[in-house]
T-cell receptor, first 117, second 116 residues
Framework: AQKVTQAQTEISVVEKEDVTLDCVYE???????LFWYKQPPSGELVFLIRRNSFDEQNEISGRYSWNFQKSTSSFNFTITASQVVDSAVYFCALSDDSGGSNYKLTFGKGTLLTVNP | DTGVSQNPRHKITKRGQNVTFRCDPI?????LYWYRQTLGQGPEFLTYFQNEAQLEKSRLLSDRFSAERPKGSFSTLEIQRTEQGDSAMYLC??????????????FGNGTRLTVT
């Protein structure tokens, strides 16, 4: 069975601090996909990134960066120079590649990030 | 706005009543999903449609739940004889047909159900 663990329930930082959100996953599949979603107070889940299991290159997008380490089954997310608008719940999710129709995302419980001014 | 649209945003109902939610996906997306999210938890998969065909239902979807997607466009999720445990946010998502696996899901704002 697939499982995603986000051990940090809540994180509080002061604006401009860097913050890393941890994600550890479990799967028996050799092909799988990892995602991060942001859920602001409005409730809509916003897609941030997708990674497949064969691509271990780290990625940077503006202030966001992701560190995928297959050896430790981790897919951590770092926000550099955090801003108040980054305050939200962040979810890590895992999907297998069952016949190419991977539609079932297994989500972690989320990490509530609060960025204080 | 061309995102996923869900109605209503909030629904309060008494235990035992039936409720129906609607989801309008992004127009060119042929895949539609329903997820449920309870407080402090991540979303959990309920069911999935490809066009009008319902291809999978989670064990979470009891026989009181039924989902439809007539003509492969909008979808409805009905809960019969609601129970307090049904209180949750019901999220709809859609994704396009693509040869690339794992298209990101585009989520709506959800319908928050409160059963009293």
């Amino acid at each position: 069975a697939q499982k995603v663990t986000q051990a940090q329930t809540e994180i509080s930082v002061v604006e401009k601090e860097d913050v890393t959100l941890d994600c550890v996953y479990e799967t028996r599949d050799t092909t799988y996909y990892l995602f991060w979603y942001k859920q602001p107070p409005s409730g809509e889940l916003v897609f941030l990134i997708r990674r497949n299991s064969f691509d271990e290159q780290n990625e940077i997008s503006g202030r966001y960066s992701w560190n995928f380490q297959k050896s430790t089954s981790s897919f951590n997310f770092t926000i550099t120079a955090s801003q108040v608008v980054d305050s939200a719940v962040y979810f890590c999710a895992l999907s297998d590649d069952s016949g190419g129709s991977n539609y079932k995302l297994t989500f972690g419980k989320g990490t509530l990030l609060t960025v204080n001014p | 706005d061309t995102g996923v649209s869900q109605n209503p945003r909030h629904k309060i109902t008494k235990r035992g009543q039936n409720v129906t939610f609607r989801c309008d996906p992004i127009s060119e997306h042929n895949r539609l999903y329903w997820y449920r999210q309870t407080l402090g938890q991540g979303p959990e998969f309920l069911t999935y449609f490809q066009n009008e065909a319902q291809l999978e239902k989670s064990r979470l979807l009891s026989d009181r739940f039924s989902a439809e997607r007539p003509k492969g466009s909008f979808s409805t999720l009905e809960i019969q004889r609601t129970e307090q445990g049904d209180s949750a946010m019901y999220l709809c998502a859609s994704s396009p047909r693509t040869i690339i696996s794992a298209s990101p899901l585009h989520f709506g704002n959800g319908t928050r159900l409160t059963v009293t």
